[in-house]
Nanobody, 119 residues
Framework: QVQLVESGGGLVQTGGSLRLSCVAS????????MGWYRQAAGNERTLVAN???????NYADSVKGRFTISRDYAKNAVYLQMNSLKPEDTAVYYCNAVEMLRSSVTNYWGKGTLVTVSS
């Protein structure tokens, strides 16, 4: 069974930085995409950033220029470096991995890590 374990969340002041980590229980070579989503209280879960196995990266417009996603195959990990944090970045951040086979798409999720940005 695939497990994704996030770490690195916490409380930070506006303008501060945090680095989120997500480690998978299996080789991440299986995953076509790995990325991060977030869900603020009362809102839907939305994409923050993801990275394809080819290296193509997507960012939400709200985090472009501030967040950087990276992937380490040797460590079965994906990271999210978050700089210049704003109160509106406050949310639970979820690690996501997508496995695309010939006839199916499977999403795997971590349990989430809370990021709180104080004003």
């Amino acid at each position: 069974q695939v497990q994704l374990v996030e770490s690195g969340g916490g409380l930070v002041q506006t303008g501060g930085s945090l680095r989120l980590s997500c480690v998978a229980s299996i080789s991440t070579l299986r995953f076509n995409f790995m990325g991060w989503y977030r869900q603020a209280a009362g809102n839907e879960r939305t994409l923050v950033a993801n990275i394809h196995s080819t290296g193509t990266i997507n960012y939400a417009d709200s985090v472009k220029g501030r967040f950087t996603i990276s992937r380490d195959y040797a460590k079965n990990a994906v990271y999210l470096q978050m700089n210049s944090l704003k109160p509106e970045d406050t949310a639970v951040y979820y690690c996501n991995a997508v496995e695309m086979l010939r006839s199916s798409v499977t999403n795997y999720w971590g349990k989430g890590t809370l990021v709180t940005v104080s004003s």
